[in-house]
């Protein structure tokens, strides 16, 4: 007899079915080439020029969102300030630079999120922050911590390479510095080479086109928090159905004459719920809150479940049972995909509760286990569904695939456009000079690239042989969350940490041994087995490098765990001492 259960699981493996694909992370572009314009920086003044730098110093970070600035504001901690700062962009802030498309905001509670409230003295205004105001932030730390004097912006590396007998890194940038450095660190972003689905014909679109994390407001009129008034005689079509365009198709269907949105895969969307911060409650919060809070929300969202749920939010009631972690019987196992299916069931129910047409409702529900994406919150998405300018364009888990001058092509159907807004998110786990746009050079003139032609090699995603003093902050071999804040201190903290010992030390150079790489590898893969069942159920999308099972795919996975397990690994490791699995070259 077939059960509920066994209907969902077919439902799930066929929605899984339809969206697989030969070319994985290959079907999308990035802004090279044919779509360099896309790469453009809408946030500066064109004509920027400063003389060029030559100088030595301590160590190089290229990146001055999150990764970059707190491994800054750890290495000032620990009194080092011989650092510098390389940022393409105009200004801190990382994707909070790039990211200001309407309606803009973090999906994880501002408390939680936002780095250094206590330091900086600072109280945010809401429980979820704007992006405009996060970016602000931003740029309060490195006023804070006092990191604009070592900051180059509008700044790209066009080559680093290691002198194994000078024992430092040589840096080149395009503005013609020549900087040397003892450390070199790459804290790139996360999310920071947007790329574009390669759909035959998008370069030849008539219309305007552009990245939600590239919004052109002189095209659509307004700005971040304000109306986008160009829009209103425009057809705009949005490709992407993310975090992202949860957010935006809101604002688009306040103003645009009509919206169509592009769907492959639905996101789940649960209730928002924000408000303004209870100023009495947050002046009340004892000093080390934040760090507490943050172990906390990152405890309830990875099955940890803590003594009491701090934030009470929908990550922590969605994410409260980890239903796709290791268990030890077949009975464990099926009360986890119960429990799967039950919270999915009801973010499929919000569907219907708030969409009047039951055929649009249907389109809209997500068919897939709650830990296969990053599940959204959102109080006006849905909804807009509702409003007579907005059309759901269900491609039936096969996206468009083709786009003609006038518009994109679903089904025989051209949807004639003005404007097309690819939502379409940003690279991941491809390699790593791939998204740094630069390919680091190694001992003996090897780059990167060569040494990790089959995919990542680290240790603990930090370093790796024949790189000395290179360290790395990516999630490729290191941990993840849903709170990436949480993640990116922790790896600051580890690679000041290490640059600390080696100074303090006498450690003129140290890198991975190619056995401890092997043994993470290992690591790694353990505790993906344990959840290869789960995710075997999953459609495909950035969370499992779109389904891959490339040799490369197989390497560069993210720590498949709870984030405070990987922190355990790094914290231990500190501790121990022994800086195991490095080798170590000390100063004569
Ligand atoms: P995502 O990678 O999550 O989404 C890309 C979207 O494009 C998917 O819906 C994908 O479909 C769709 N897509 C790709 N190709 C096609 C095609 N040919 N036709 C139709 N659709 C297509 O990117 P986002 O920018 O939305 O989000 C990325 C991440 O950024 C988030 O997961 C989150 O971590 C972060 N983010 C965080 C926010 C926050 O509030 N903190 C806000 C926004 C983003 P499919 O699912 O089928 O692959």
């Known amino acids: 007899m077939t059960t509920e259960i066994d209907e969902l699981r077919e439902r799930y493996r066929q929605e899984r079915e339809k969206r697989l694909r030969d070319d994985g992370l290959a079907q999308y572009v990035a802004f090279e080439g044919d779509f360099e314009e896309f790469d453009r920086d809408p946030w500066v003044e064109p004509g920027f020029e400063r003389g060029a730098i030559t100088e030595e110093v301590t160590a190089v970070i290229v990146g001055g969102g999150f990764a970059g600035m707190l491994t800054a504001v750890e290495l000032t901690r620990l009194g080092i300030r011989d650092f510098r700062i390389v940022e393409k962009a105009g200004d801190f802030g990382g994707t909070w630079y790039w990211n200001r498309y309407p309606g803009c905001m973090c999906d994880v509670e ?21 992006a405009s105001e996060i970016f602000e932030h931003c740029r309060r730390i490195g006023n804070h911590f006092d990191l604009y004097p070592h900051a180059l912006f509008q700044t790209e590396i066009e080559n680093a390479a290691w002198d194994d007998d000078e024992r430092r890194w040589h840096i080149t940038t395009t503005r013609g510095d020549r900087l040397t450095a003892r450390f070199f660190v790459t804290a790139g972003g996360i999310l920071h080479k947007a790329k574009l689905p390669g759909i035959p014909g998008i370069q030849d679109f008539a219309g305007r086109s552009f990245h939600t994390a590239r919004w052109d407001y002189d095209f659509t009129g307004g700005a971040p928090r304000e109306p986008m008034d160009k829009l209103a005689d425009m057809r705009v079509g ?6 992202t365009a949860v957010q935006v198709v809101p604002q688009l269907a306040r103003t645009a004459k009509e919206v169509y949105v592009f769907q492959r895969t639905p996101s789940a969307v649960g209730v928002r719920n924000n408000g303004p911060t209870d100023e009495e409650w ?29 934030v009470q939010d929908g990550w922590t009631d969605v994410l409260w049972d980890a239903t796709n972690e290791t268990v030890e019987t077949e009975a ?10 039950e919270v999915m069931a009801k973010l499929r129910a919000r569907v219907d509760d708030v969409v009047d047409d039951p055929e649009t409702a249907e389109k809209l529900k997500p068919w897939y286990g709650k830990h296969c994406k990053r599940v ?19 491609t039936d888990g096969v996206g468009v695939r083709e786009v003609s001058p006038a518009g994109p092509v679903v089904d025989g159907v051209t949807y004639p456009l003005d404007l097309l807004i690819f939502a379409s998110g940003f690279e991941v786990t491809t390699p790593l000079a791939q998204r740094l746009g630069f390919d680091p050079v190694g001992r003996s003139g090897r780059p990167l690239s060569e040494r990790w032609h089959d995919g990542a090699h680290t240790l603990h995603g930090v370093l790796s042989a024949d790189f000395p003093n290179m360290m790395i902050i990516s999630t490729v071999q290191a941990g993840f969350g849903t709170n990436f804040v949480h993640f990116l201190s922790e790896s600051a903290k580890h690679v000041a940490a290490l640059v600390d010992t080696c ?27 344990g959840l290869a069942h789960y995710s075997a159920s999953c459609t495909p999308g950035y969370y499992n490098s779109e389904g891959a099972r490339t040799s490369q795919g197989a390497r560069n996975l993210v720590y498949p765990g709870s984030l405070l397990h990987y922190a355990g690994y790094l914290e231990r490791w500190r501790e121990a001492g022994d800086m195991a699995g490095t080798v170590v070259a000390r100063s004569d």
């Open 376 to 394: 959204c919150f959102h109080d006006d998405y849905l909804a807009a569904f509702n409003e007579p300018n907005v059309h759901l364009v269900d």
């Open 238 to 243: 949005v490709i992407g159905t993310g975090a």
């Open 282 to 310: 947050f002046r009340s919060l004892e000093p080390g809150w934040q760090a507490e809070r943050m172990k906390n929300f990152t405890q309830a969202v990875t099955g940890e479940k803590p003594e009491q749920d701090l």
């Open 503 to 529: 100074l303090r030390e006498g450690i003129e150079a140290i890198e991975a041994t190619p056995e401890a790489e092997d043994e993470w590898l290992a690591v790694l893969h353990d505790v993906a087995m």
């Open 332 to 341: 464990e196992r099926e009360e986890l995909e119960r429990l799967d299916f």
């Open 110 to 130: 501002s408390y939680s999120y936002m780095p250094l409230l206590e330091e900086t003295d600072y109280m945010p205004a809401e429980k979820y922050a704007s």
